[in-house]
């Protein structure tokens, strides 16, 4: 299997999800590989770096890679139950062959219009260029407080015709903390934010396995 993080934006929770997706399947016994797609920062290379030297279990392995093509040359030699892209920060021409490749594509995006905007235009133009628009779906990250804004924007992406889930991850200094020392959002200190990351990728997997009985 193959889940795609993109966006059109930087900065705006892929690395964040594809960390806590790769965990979350690596907990339950998947070989789960990162294809981190981000040659300038490496940012999920390095964050697998600090968990590795630190041994947290489950162990997730990550490579970073020029192409897309390459990538799947990998996963093609069935090494890998699950091969998560964790996108570079702008979208480019990497971004449609990602999420040609993949089962599930997940667009992270912050909440203001200013984010939304650009990352329902980034579905838009997947579809344009003939991916299954079922298989697009739209995570809110770093959200603040207000249970009418989430709503508001989970309208909003509903009115054009994309999947949402209902899970959101707030913006939380726990979140950063867990991740500078090479855990996922759902290792937290915190049970309650960790049931929360977790209730993110739970939705996640539920989708893909909606999308496989079909
Ligand atoms: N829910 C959150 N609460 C607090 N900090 C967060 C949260 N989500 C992400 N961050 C922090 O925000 C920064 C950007 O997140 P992340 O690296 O996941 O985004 P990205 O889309 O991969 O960025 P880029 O486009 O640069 O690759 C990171 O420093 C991360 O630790
Ligand atoms: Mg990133």
């Not at 030297?53 to 799947?72: C, D, L, M, W």
């Not at 990352?119 to 779906?137: F, M, P, Q, S, Y």
């Not at 950063?176 to 090479?182: E, K």
Request: glycine content about 8%.
């Amino acid at each position: 299997m193959i889940i795609g993080l993109v966006s059109q934006k930087g900065g705006v929770g892929k690395s964040t999800l594809t960390r806590l997706i790769a965990r979350e399947y690596a907990n339950s016994n998947w070989t789960v590989k990162i294809a981190d797609m981000d040659a300038k920062q490496g940012t999920s290379t390095r964050w697998n770096m600090l968990r590795n030297e630190a041994n947290f279990e489950p162990a997730i392995k990550t490579e970073q890679y020029r192409s897309v093509s390459g990538a799947i040359d990998d996963y093609n030699k069935g090494e890998v139950d699950l091969m998560i892209f964790d996108g570079a920060p702008a979208a480019s021409a990497a971004t449609l062959q990602i999420s040609k490749a993949s089962n599930l594509i997940v667009l992270p995006t912050g909440i203001s219009v200013d984010d939304l905007e650009p990352t329902v235009r980034l579905a838009h133009e997947l579809v344009k260029n003939g991916i299954a628009r079922n298989h697009i779906v739209i995570v809110f990250c770093r959200v603040g407080d207000s249970l009418g804004e989430i709503k508001d924007a989970r309208e909003y992406i509903e009115e054009v015709g994309y999947n949402t889930i209902n899970a959101s991850l707030p913006e939380r200094v726990a979140y950063r903390r867990s991740q500078d020392v090479g855990k996922s959002v759902a290792e937290t200190t915190f049970k309650s934010l960790n049931n929360r990351a977790s209730s993110i990728a739970q939705e996640l997997i539920d989708l893909i396995q909606k999308l496989d009985g079909k």
